[in-house]
């Protein structure tokens, strides 16, 4: 399963668009970049660049 974390940003909405468009299943975590979630280990773990969006294939 595709896991996206990403936040209603335009560059947000660009990875669920192409999953929808492309009818892959995915499930959303909201990285809320307003309060820094970005930053946090967990997510840097993810992406190191601290940026949403983000996509991880969980298998
Ligand atoms: N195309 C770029 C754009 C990503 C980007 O700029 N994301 C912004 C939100 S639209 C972000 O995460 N900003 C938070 C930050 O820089 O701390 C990428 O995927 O690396």
Redesign the pocket.
Known sequence: MIELYT?P????R?ISIMLEELGIPYNVHK?D?RK?E??TPEFLAI?P??????IRDSL
Do not use: M, V
Request: charged share 15%.
């Open positions: 936040f940003t335009p560059n947000g660009k990285i970049i820094g970005q930053r992406n660049n601290g940026k949403i969006p983000a």
